[in-house]
């Protein structure tokens, strides 16, 4: 049974620092992409980064590329998002996903329940 569990989130002040994480289980056998996604109150979903396999392949959206850091530990089985100089509009609630084809585009086949990203000004 395949489990995506994300962890860390909660309340910053504006221009704070937060790390997620994102913990897979029942995928040992399978190179898989995991990527950040976003949604805000109101809003669409907002793809935030992925990251491919190896870890040598790191995409970021707009909104975010320069201050969040993708980053993954195979040996934990765990995606960190580290959320750097973060501003209110960064607020929402972030999910982790993986993408079994392993390129981190397309469509994502598991995903986890979400995590809040509060950031107070």
């Known amino acids: 049974q395949v489990q995506v569990v994300e962890s860390g989130g909660g309340w910053v002040q504006d221009g704070g620092s937060l790390r997620l994480s994102c913990t897979t289980s029942?995928?040992?056998?399978?190179?898989?992409?995991t990527g950040w996604f976003r949604q805000a109150p109101g809003k669409e979903s907002e793809f935030v980064a992925v990251?491919?396999?190896?870890?040598?392949?790191?995409y970021y959206g707009n909104a975010v590329r320069g201050r969040f850091t993708i980053s993954r530990d195979h040996a934990k089985e765990t995606v960190y998002l580290q959320m750097r100089n973060v501003r209110p509009d960064d607020t929402a609630v972030y999910y982790c996903a993986v993408n079994m084809s392993g390129r981190g585009s397309g469509p994502f086949d598991y995903w986890g329940q979400g995590t809040q990203v509060t950031v107070s000004s």
């Open positions: 029942g995928l040992t056998k399978y190179n898989y992409a």
């Open positions: 990251s491919r396999w190896s870890g040598a392949n790191k």
